[in-house]
Structure formats: C-alpha cells, structure tokens
C-alpha cells in the first residue's frame, strides 16, 4: 500500500537523556500526529550515546546508569537512527539543518564550567571539576589529562552533588571502585594518590547546603574517612530553628546529617573530609601552581528561603596542592541561533527557542541548555514531554515547508571525510568495553578516545 504520508522528520541534536527522552516522547505521540510518518535522527558529537549517563554520572553510581537500558530501546526504535561522531556547527552549520529537518530539537547539554572569575583561576593544579568527573569517567575530551594527586590537600569549591562526586571518588578506598567502568588510567592514578585532606568550600551555610540528602549521607560510608563539621557553623539562631521546622525535608535531612557528623569520630580513619561553610573563593595563590586559596568569611542575609552571602572584612588563607572548580556547568550555543550567554541556555517558551519574543520556525530545545543545569536525570523527562508538546503542536505550520532529501546530506558529509556512526557501530563498542572490562575484572573499559573508537570499527 502506499504511504502517502508526508515525511516529518526531526533532527535531535545530543544523545544524553534529555534528547533520548525528546525522542521518547515523539514515538509515543507518533501516531496522533496526523497526516505524518515521522522519522527521527538523533545527532551527536561522539560515538557514543547516552550522554551524562555515560560520563557524568559517577561510576560508584552503576544503578543510576541502568537507565542506559530504556535508552537502548528508543535508540534501536526502526524509526529512531543514531548518527554519531557529528558536530553541528563544526560538521553542518544549524542553517544547513534546517534545510533538512522538518524540526530540530537541541538537548546537547551544557559542557563548559560556570568561571569563578579570580585571580588564579587557571594556575597549574587548579582544575574544573568537569574535567575530573569526565576524565575518571575516560570522556574523549579530557583524556590527555594528568591530574596531579601528589598533594596532600584538596580543595572543592561548590557543595553541589559534582563536588560531593568529586569529593567521594577522590576520597573512597580504590577497591571499591575497581571493578565499576571508572577508568583504569583514573584507579590507577587515585592508587598513588596522596591526598588525605578533603575541603568541600561554600559560600553559604549549612541549610542552604546546595546537595541532596542521600549523596550527603552516602559520604559518612566511606571505610577510612572522617568527617569534620565544625559544631559552631551548625549554630542556628531562633528565627532559623523556626524556619527548618517548616523546611523542605532534604534541607532538614541535610541538617540532621551534618549534625551527626559533627559529632561523630573516627579515630582510624587515616583521611578527613572537611566541610567548610561561609567562605568565597576570591584569589588563588601560588608561584607555578596551587599552593592556597584566600577566602572572604560571609553572613547570609535576605529572607531565609533566598538567602544570600554576603562578604566580611575577615578572610582566610587555606594551604592546598589541588583545587577543584564545581560551581556549576555553563551550556554554550551553535553558532546562527539566539543564546543567552549568562544563563547559558536558548531563550525559550515551553522549548520553542525564541528571538526577541518570536519564535524560531522549527526550532525547539531540551533538557540543561534549555533551563540550566539543574536536576536529575529523570527530570529531563518531563521537560523533554514539554517540547515535544510545543513541537506536534507546531506540526500543521512546519509541513507547509517541505525540506531536503537526506541522502545528499550524508554523502556530502562523508565526502568531507566524516565517518558517521550508527547505533549498531555503538553496540560495538560497548560490547569490546565489556569484553575488555571483564578481561581484568573490571564492569567495563572504555575507550578514551574517539579516535580509538572509530579506527575499533574501522578495523570490524
Ligand atoms: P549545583 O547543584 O548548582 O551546585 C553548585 C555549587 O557551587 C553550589 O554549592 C553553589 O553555591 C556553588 N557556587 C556557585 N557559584 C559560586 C561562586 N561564584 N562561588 C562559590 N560557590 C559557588 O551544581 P552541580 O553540583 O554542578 O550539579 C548540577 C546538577 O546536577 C544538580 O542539579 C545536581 O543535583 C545534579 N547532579 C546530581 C547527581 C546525583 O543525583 N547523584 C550527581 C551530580 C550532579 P550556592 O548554592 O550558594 O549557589
């Protein structure tokens, strides 16, 4: 029978969740669009899908990446196609997409770290805490680098669920994470690591404490690490015993945690875990590399749900080898589309990107360069939902356009020497990641780099 269907097809740009649930979303609503055969690639910059799932999340964390599963599903959906190692605005310009797709989601994530902007910054041994989590996780872009472990101090700033990550991994006997999919070259660097100290840096106090209740608690299970709270930055006032009452239930679970390591002690712990509150960041002091950090102490002010810090006259040095950056990711646009630069997102309405208040025909985004890097991985569910209901919405406007035939696309791409993967060529991947891990006992070993992916197919 013919189809005489009009052939919508969508551009997905990123592999992580919030594309892989755009795309769940759309195959779900498939058949209530009427008058369309709807056909979904989704483009992404590596060989390899399932974004922060895959790099992010830590590897201690395996039953978070189980998701990956319902991922396989959509991505193996007949009307669902991968096409890895593609970057739009490198590979393809959004301008030339648009000639193609019928609709473009952008849920390419945020990649950048938000700057703390002071001097320093980027001295020797002052690292963003991305770059950590992305090379512990063997992510392409960071595999070239050496962390330098040989101190005996480290220092985070941001009390976000990154830092905690980052705090735990740098802190937790290497047996335990051995076996995850961490990376060997990271386990074998955290071996010879001599860090003993741990400071977790915030500028504001402990209710405004900026992780979840179950990763801060998780930290108390580490073998061999103490936890130092100092019992006077618990100390509340009566207008704040008044307020936690009411709180939210993680800002009170947050407190009760701290409270109890406060007044626990670990005589055989041989590392400490630090949490320091009230502090900001203002220099990085060292000749070649980090040798302390200078802080200003602050008070909070403002009403109690938004309090704000604010800077003293008192200030602090704190002697460290190592400092990590975890404030917060920055997402960055492509190149042709509107982008606000300091919230680090595409200006939108319900996912339809926006310009000045008019909308951009055909142009939706998903996910954290949509509202920032907040949440979990499930909370790009309901947000991917949104767009995707802004988009069939939109759908009796977008066929009044028809587009491009595809095959000239790709061959043109090819013929700018891109090898374009698929997801069978991921499957590949994973299952040499597997068969690699398993060979030393390991979950998985990834490949570090992208290179090494494609010539690993190349050679299949
Ligand atoms: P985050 O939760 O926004 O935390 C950022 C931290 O940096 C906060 O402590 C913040 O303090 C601090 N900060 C920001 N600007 C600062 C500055 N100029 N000077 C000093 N401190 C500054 O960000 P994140 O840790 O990168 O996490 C991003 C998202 O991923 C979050 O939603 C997080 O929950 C999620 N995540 C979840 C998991 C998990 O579920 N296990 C793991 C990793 C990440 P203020 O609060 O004062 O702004």
């Known amino acids: 029978m013919?189809?005489?269907?009009?052939?919508?097809?969508?551009?997905?740009?990123?592999?992580?969740?919030?594309?892989?649930?755009?795309?769940?979303?759309?195959?779900?609503?498939?058949?209530?669009?009427?008058?369309?055969?709807?056909?979904?690639?989704?483009?992404?910059?590596?060989?390899?899908?399932?974004?922060?799932?895959?790099?992010?999340?830590?590897?201690?964390?395996?039953?978070?990446?189980?998701?990956?599963?319902?991922?396989?599903?959509?991505?193996?959906?007949?009307?669902?196609?991968l096409k890895g190692n593609i970057q739009i605005g490198r590979d393809l310009s959004i301008e030339e997409l648009r000639l193609y797709y019928d609709a473009i989601i952008l849920a390419h994530g945020t990649q950048k770290d938000r700057a703390l902007g002071i001097p320093?910054?980027?001295?020797?041994?002052?690292?963003?805490?991305?770059?950590?989590?992305?090379?512990?996780?063997?992510?392409?872009?960071?595999?070239?680098?050496?962390?330098?472990?040989?101190?005996?101090?480290?220092?985070?700033?941001?009390?976000?669920?990154?830092?905690?990550?980052?705090?735990?991994?740098?802190?937790?006997?290497?047996?335990?994470l051995h076996e995850t999919d961490i990376g060997a070259h990271a386990v074998e660097a955290l071996e010879k690591s001599n860090i003993k100290d741990v400071y977790l840096i915030g500028r504001r106090g402990p209710l405004q404490i900026a992780c979840t209740d179950k990763e801060?608690?998780?930290?108390?299970?580490?073998?061999?690490?103490?936890?130092?709270?100092?019992?006077?930055?618990?100390?509340?006032?009566?207008?704040?015993?008044?307020?936690?009452?009411?709180?939210?239930?993680?800002?009170?679970?947050?407190?009760?945690?701290?409270?109890?390591?406060?007044?626990?002690?670990?005589?055989?712990?041989?590392?400490?875990?630090?949490?320091r509150f009230l502090l900001s960041p203002v220099e990085i002091l060292g000749e070649e590399q980090v040798a302390c950090l200078r802080t200003i102490k602050n008070t909070l002010t403002g009403d109690l749900n938004h309090r704000k810090a604010?800077?003293?006259?008192?200030?602090?040095?704190?002697?460290?080898?190592?400092?990590?950056?975890?404030?917060?990711?920055?997402?960055?646009?492509?190149?042709?589309?509107?982008?606000?630069?300091?919230?680090?997102?595409?200006?939108?309405?319900?996912?339809?990107?926006?310009?000045?208040g008019i909308k951009v025909p055909g142009v939706y985004t998903s996910g954290w360069i949509k509202r920032g890097p907040s949440g979990v991985i499930g909370t790009n569910k309901a947000d991917s939902v949104e767009t995707v209901q802004s988009l069939i919405e939109d759908v009796p406007l977008l066929i009044e356009h028809p587009k491009l035939d595809k095959a000239s696309l790709w061959s043109s791409l090819k013929e700018d020497g891109i090898h374009i993967t698929d997801y069978k060529d991921w499957k590949t991947i994973e299952q040499e990641e597997l068969r690699r891990g398993e060979a030393i006992g390991k979950k998985s070993l990834k490949f570090r780099t992208q290179e090494e992916m494609l010539s690993f197919i190349q050679g299949k």
Not at 147 to 155: E, I, M, T
Not at 262 to 268: H, L, M, T
């Open 2 to 81: 013919q189809n005489n269907k009009y052939p919508f097809s969508v551009a997905i740009v990123g592999a992580g969740p919030a594309g892989i649930y755009a795309a769940e979303a759309l195959l779900k609503r498939k058949d209530s669009i009427e008058g369309v055969d709807l056909s979904i690639d989704i483009i992404e910059v590596l060989s390899s899908p399932y974004g922060l799932v895959r790099s992010g999340v830590a590897p201690d964390h395996f039953k978070i990446k189980d998701v990956s599963k319902q991922f396989d599903k959509i991505l193996s959906n007949e009307k669902v196609s």
């Open 120 to 176: 320093g910054e980027n001295i020797q041994n002052s690292y963003t805490a991305t770059s950590f989590v992305g090379w512990y996780n063997s992510h392409p872009w960071f595999f070239n680098i050496d962390f330098d472990l040989s101190g005996g101090k480290a220092v985070i700033i941001g009390q976000g669920n990154v830092a905690i990550d980052v705090a735990r991994i740098l802190l937790k006997p290497t047996k335990e």
């Open 310 to 356: 604010l800077p003293t006259e008192d200030s602090e040095i704190m002697p460290c080898e190592i400092l990590l950056r975890s404030v917060g990711y920055l997402g960055e646009g492509i190149n042709g589309l509107p982008f606000d630069k300091s919230r680090g997102v595409y200006p939108n309405k319900h996912g339809r990107v926006i310009d000045n």
């Open 216 to 275: 801060l608690k998780e930290l108390g299970t580490i073998d061999g690490v103490q936890i130092k709270v100092r019992k006077e930055d618990l100390k509340l006032n009566e207008e704040e015993t008044k307020w936690l009452e009411e709180a939210p239930k993680g800002i009170r679970r947050n407190y009760e945690i701290l409270k109890e390591f406060s007044e626990k002690e670990d005589v055989n712990a041989n590392k400490t875990l630090h949490f």
